[in-house]
């Protein structure tokens, strides 16, 4: 009898993510929105895989997050789940979902669970979320939070500028990370604050903390997967580090592919039955 066994990786919860914070190990976050571009990020190995609102922007041409509704994020993360082995998929609630009314908060994120076969859901906020969290959570769905620069909250904030720069916001986003821990997150997004004070909460922390625009000191690290292949080239933030630059390969492919059609060159004999 053959002793082969198939090596099937392990897949990455939520007790993975607090053993690597308490082992100093660094997560590895990316967003994904498609079945395609899950399974090549999976492969790659990365933890955890977020299925961001940012959909809104970068798979329909929104200038916010805030018109994405719940049906369109809960078909992203159906597609992201299916090419998902390894990682642990997060999904956001989006905008108006999770605000105010708990019962709503509470539905919604079940719905995301149970339509989608994601793992987690993400919420934007600090206190005024707590109630909704708390639902949530006592429902046994996990929640990560989020703190900082909150893209669903642009309109009041007034742009997409460095948050908890003077210490009154930096003492509200400490605070806000505590109440998210003791609330029973199993992580944190810090967004677009300074180094030092992510730092500081990660390290006030026992639940692990993401960075994106919150310098080294964090637990993890995320960015958006078309940002970060060079694939929406008038996006460069200062936090914005690119590994590839498909926007110019995957143009200069379909320029070549258009050249062969028109010339004739393509489909050869090799090409056709």
């Given at each position: ?129 707590i109630p909704s969290i708390k639902k949530i959570i006592g429902a046994g769905i996990p929640v990560m939070g989020h703190l900082g620069l909150t ?52 390290e006030a922390l026992t639940i692990p903390t993401i960075g994106i625009g919150a310098g080294n000191g964090c637990d993890g690290q995320v960015l ?50």
């Open positions: 009898m053959s002793t082969n066994t198939i090596d099937i990786p392990k897949k990455v919860t939520t007790s993975t993510v607090a053993r690597m914070k308490r082992d100093g190990e660094k997560i590895a976050m990316i967003t994904a929105y498609d079945y395609t571009m899950a399974t090549l990020v999976d492969k790659a190995g990365i933890d955890l895989i977020l299925v961001g609102d940012s959909a809104a922007n970068v798979m329909a041409g929104h200038a916010t997050t805030l018109p994405i509704t719940l049906d369109q994020m809960i078909y992203h993360a159906q597609c992201v789940s299916r090419g998902a082995s390894r990682a642990m998929v997060i999904v956001d609630m989006p905008f108006g979902t999770c605000d105010g009314d708990e019962l709503t908060a509470l539905h919604s994120a079940v719905r995301i669970l149970k339509e989608s076969g994601a793992a987690a859901v993400k919420i934007e906020g600090g206190e005024p979320m893209p669903q909250a642009v309109n009041q904030l007034g742009g997409y500028g460095l948050r908890a720069k003077a210490k009154e916001e930096a003492d509200q986003l400490m605070k806000d990370a505590l109440l998210l821990q003791e609330a029973g997150c199993f992580g944190v997004v810090l967004e677009k604050v300074p180094a030092q004070l992510a730092k500081e909460v990660s958006v997967l078309q940002d970060m292949l060079g694939m929406n080239e008038g996006f460069k933030p200062k936090f914005l580090r690119t590994y590839a630059s498909l926007a110019d390969t995957i143009t200069s492919a379909v320029g070549n592919y258009i050249s062969d059609v028109r010339s004739g060159n393509f489909p050869s004999e090799t090409e056709s039955y």
